[in-house]
Nanobody, 120 residues
Framework: QVQLVESGGGLVQTGGSLRLSCVAS????????MAWFRQAPGKEREFVAG????????YYADSVKGRFTISRDNAKNTVYLQMNSLNPEDTAVYYC?????????????WGKGTLVTVSS
């Protein structure tokens, strides 16, 4: 079992920034990627960004490219999501997840989420 704990959510004005963190209790051989997803009110959960535990590749949804940056600290089992130029459409509960590949069905463990609210 892997526990994921997110932090860093909150209320920010349009154009502002937030940095989310996600700490994993441990890593296992079968878990190769970490990702952030989000779910806005009344909408389905969507992929935001992903990163493997090894290598330099990063992956982003088109809606956040150029504004969000995902990074990791392997020594701390921690993944970050730096969010800049936030707008009200970014308002959502942000979930950290880890698993085998970068898709909703590829995630094996999920955090409880952290709320990000962007005011206009």
């Amino acid at each position: 079992q892997v526990q994921l704990v997110e932090s860093g959510g909150g209320l920010v004005q349009t154009g502002g920034s937030l940095r989310l963190s996600c700490v994993a209790s441990r890593r296992t051989f079968s878990i190769s990627v970490m990702a952030w997803f989000r779910q806005a009110p009344g909408k389905e959960r969507e992929f935001v960004a992903g990163i493997p535990w090894r290598g330099d590749s990063t992956y982003y949804a088109d809606s956040v490219k150029g504004r969000f940056t995902i990074s990791r600290d392997n020594a701390k089992n921690t993944v970050y999501l730096q969010m800049n130029s936030l707008n009200p459409e970014d308002t959502a509960v942000y979930y950290c997840a880890t698993g085998r590949f970068l898709a909703d069905r590829g995630m094996d463990y999920w955090g409880k989420g952290t709320l990000v609210t962007v005011s206009s």
